[in-house]
């Protein structure tokens, strides 16, 4: 199913709440930017590939940035923005070589594609989410990467996720951007009750006094949503982005990768259910 397709070829392959259900589609997002959502997305690609899980992941933030941690240079590789705009859905991808992850990315792009791309997703408002219900069928995992912020990426990840990872930090600006996300979140619940959203911390500092307050707050707050794992600020997340590659390549036996194996055991507990 392209993303420009009819629209009545659109509307007869919506999905119904059973078939959504089945989907281990993850959908992560935030209000704020710099949180470390496009670096998160690119390490739990590669925890879920060592786990002998077959990985696509979807980079629906213009930024064009989730590649980067896979490639040196990405110019060349096929983008879902040029994909779409010719007639072609988001692509066939690219496969990251010796992995079972294969990565659509955005795609380079000038501003007037951008803007004729937003234009075509607010016509196609379940595009996405038809295009990665046939991806779910050849993968065991869907990882959707958007940009922070209300926008028409993010609308379109709404429809198509089962579940959201909803990424903090743990300070004041993060903190004020949380009722937000609440709305979005309970608007589209009223249509797809099914979605489910988790709230996680990233980059948590040990022995930040301050730090550790806000988390308190947010266990009192969301309970069982944010999740008992946090990712703590460890220095080889940028220094492996620096290089092209995951942390757990780049230095297995760092704090934050045994953090994103607890995520991804976690995350694979909630497929299970």
Not at 226 to 232: K, S, T
Request: aromatic share 6%; net charge neutral; proline share 5%.
């Amino acid at each position: 199913m392209h993303l420009d397709a009819p629209r009545k070829c659109l509307d007869s392959a919506r999905l119904s709440d059973t078939a959504r259900a089945k989907m281990n589609v993850i959908g992560v997002v935030s209000m704020k930017g710099g949180v470390g959502k496009t670096t998160l997305t690119a390490n739990l690609a590669a925890a879920f590939d060592r786990r002998g899980h077959r990985v696509a992941v979807v980079d629906m933030d213009p930024q064009n940035g989730l590649a980067w941690h896979f490639a040196d240079d990405n110019r060349n590789l096929p983008g879902i923005i040029q994909s779409a705009l010719q007639g072609k859905g988001i692509g066939e991808g690219w496969a990251v070589p010796h992995t079972g992850i294969r990565i659509f990315p955005y795609g380079r792009s000038e501003e007037h594609e951008r803007l004729a791309f937003e234009d075509l997703l607010r016509s196609r408002p379940q595009g996405l989410a038809a295009r990665v219900a046939r991806l779910s069928k050849r993968f065991d995992i869907v990882l959707i990467d958007s940009p922070p912020g209300h926008s028409i990426y993010l609308q379109q990840v709404l429809q198509a996720a089962h579940h959201l990872l909803a990424v903090l930090l743990p300070d004041l600006a993060s903190l004020a951007t949380v009722n937000d996300m609440e709305e979005v979140v309970a608007q589209t619940q009223a249509r797809r009750p099914e979605l489910r959203c988790h709230y996680l911390i990233n980059q948590f500092e040990a022995g930040d006094p301050l730090a550790a307050d806000l988390v308190n707050m947010l266990v009192t707050r969301f309970g069982s949503r944010l999740l008992p794992m946090m990712i703590h600020r460890d220095e080889s997340v940028p220094e492996a982005l620096a290089v092209h590659r995951v942390v757990r390549s780049y230095a297995p036996n760092s704090q934050a990768g045994r953090d994103l194996d607890l995520l991804t055991t976690r995350l694979e507990r909630m497929f299970e259910r």
